[in-house]
């Protein structure tokens, strides 16, 4: 999948989840905003979160997320959800569309209210 700015433009309001299986890492965050610059896809936060494995998610640091595409594969898996993967890598990223984006689902969103230590504004 070529992708174009028109596509993370989408997502914008919406989340993406960061996972590492072998080390067990799983994150949420509300993308703020998303660029595409050569081959690298930037990506801000309003708020990120980290699962922890004895209490659920929790408030962490907000990163800037930076995606190589000239590394990571990129697949369109329908709708609503775009995802980064590599056959040199156990990580993922997956973008998900807000739920009032073109095709966003409210399933697949991770409600802020459960966030342990996150104040919303």
């Not at 775009?82 to 993922?92: A, G, K, L, Q």
């Not at 569309?97 to 409210?106: F, K, L, S, T, V």
Request: hydrophobic share 35%.
């Amino acid at each position: 999948m070529e992708l174009t700015q028109l596509d993370i433009d989408r997502k914008i309001g919406g989340q993406a989840e960061y996972r590492n299986p072998a080390s067990g890492l799983l994150c949420r965050g509300e993308i703020s905003t998303m660029k595409i610059e050569g081959d690298t896809l930037t990506i801000n936060f309003n708020w990120y979160a980290k699962m922890e494995e004895d209490s659920g998610w929790s408030v962490s640091t907000n990163p800037v997320s930076e995606i190589d595409l000239s590394v990571f594969e990129t697949e369109q898996l329908d709708w609503h959800q775009i995802r980064f993967w590599s056959w040199d890598s156990p990580e993922t990223t997956t973008l998900f569309a807000p739920i009032n984006g073109i095709g966003g689902r409210e399933e697949w969103l991770l409600d802020p209210k459960t966030v342990q230590g996150l104040v919303l504004a």
